[in-house]
Nanobody, 122 residues
Framework: QVQLVESGGGLVQSGGSLRLSCAAS????????MAWFRQAPEKERELVAG????????VFADSVKGRFTISRDNGKNTVSLQMNSLKPEDTAVYYC???????????????WGQGTQVTVSS
């Protein structure tokens, strides 16, 4: 079983930055592909960014390319999402997700965190 705990959400003005972090349990974190999803009110949950088990591959939603970066520290069992140049349309609940192995796509994770609210004011 994998437990994921997010932190770092909050309220920020348009153009500002936030850094989300996710702490994961489990001795095999370095084998998990990891991702961040978000869900805005009345919208479907969408993939924001994903990173492979060894950090060698990343993927981003078109809407955040050039503004967000994803990174991981396998020694600390953490994955982070650095969000710059935030826009009001980035407002959503952000979820950390894990695949549980290195073969499953980040688009179909098996484990989810509780989510953290990010609100960007205009």
């Amino acid at each position: 079983q994998v437990q994921l705990v997010e932190s770092g959400g909050g309220l920020v003005q348009s153009g500002g930055s936030l850094r989300l972090s996710c702490a994961a349990s489990g001795r095999t974190f370095s084998s998990y592909n990891m991702a961040w999803f978000r869900q805005a009110p009345e919208k479907e949950r969408e993939l924001v960014a994903g990173i492979s088990w060894n950090g060698g591959s990343t993927v981003f939603a078109d809407s955040v390319k050039g503004r967000f970066t994803i990174s991981r520290d396998n020694g600390k069992n953490t994955v982070s999402l650095q969000m710059n140049s935030l826009k009001p349309e980035d407002t959503a609940v952000y979820y950390c997700a894990a695949t549980g192995d290195r073969y499953t796509s980040v688009r179909t994770p098996n484990y989810w965190g509780q989510g953290t609210q990010v609100t960007v004011s205009s």
